[in-house]
């Protein structure tokens, strides 16, 4: 990105940008990992317990159960890979959906406990999405190199 004082200078003359990848970046990639793995945790113990072929046939939050986790691991892979930081932000909703699905089941019960529990689960993929849309891992991901034809 050219500043008021490049517009004179050619653009080989331009310093290249920045290719580090930013700490945040990295601590938000992290967090979308690990923030994958209760949501994921969940889904495996559905399936084992037989969700995806219940008596009335498959129930559709299991689909959910499996695709949060995946969509969280794929938006942290990508921002690695300087490909997106936005699909890790919006790979949280999905999650999100589950943790409210949770506590809203928690709290139909009569032993329902503490439904402020489930949403530990938003932890760390609420840190991930604010990680990866800070400014400067933002201006990471867009200076990356294209690829010519």
């Not at 008021?4 to 050619?10: E, F, H």
């Not at 530990?120 to 993929?125: R, S």
């Given at each position: 990105m050219?500043t008021?004082?490049?517009?004179?200078?050619?653009a080989?003359?331009l310093?290249?940008?920045?290719?580090?990848?930013?700490p945040l970046?990295?601590v938000?990639a992290?967090l979308?990992?690990?923030?994958?793995l209760p949501?994921?945790?969940?889904?495996?113990?559905a399936?084992?317990?037989g969700?995806l072929s219940?008596d009335?046939g498959?129930?559709?939050?299991?689909?959910?159960l499996?695709?949060?986790?995946?969509?969280?691991?794929?938006?942290?892979?990508?921002l690695l890979a300087r490909?997106?930081?936005?699909?890790l932000?919006?790979?949280?909703?999905?999650?999100a959906?589950?943790?409210?699905?949770v506590v809203?089941?928690?709290?139909?019960?009569e032993?329902?406990?503490?439904?402020?529990?489930?949403l530990?689960?938003?932890?760390?993929?609420l840190?991930?999405?604010v990680?990866a849309?800070?400014?400067?891992?933002?201006?990471w991901v867009?200076?990356r190199?294209r690829?010519?034809?």
């Open positions: 050219a008021p004082r490049d517009r004179g200078r050619p080989a003359d310093p290249p940008p920045d290719s580090r990848i930013p970046g990295i938000a992290v979308g990992l690990v923030g994958a949501p994921a945790f969940l889904a495996v113990i399936v084992a317990l969700g219940a009335a498959p129930d559709p939050w299991t689909y959910l499996l695709l949060a986790p995946l969509l969280q691991v794929w938006g942290a892979v990508w490909r997106s930081w936005l699909f932000v919006l790979a949280v909703v999905p999650v959906a589950l943790a409210g699905a809203w089941a928690a709290t139909g019960t032993d329902a406990g503490n439904a402020a529990l489930p530990l689960l938003l932890v760390a993929p840190l991930a999405a990680l849309a800070t400014p400067r891992v933002r201006r867009a200076a190199p690829r010519t034809r």
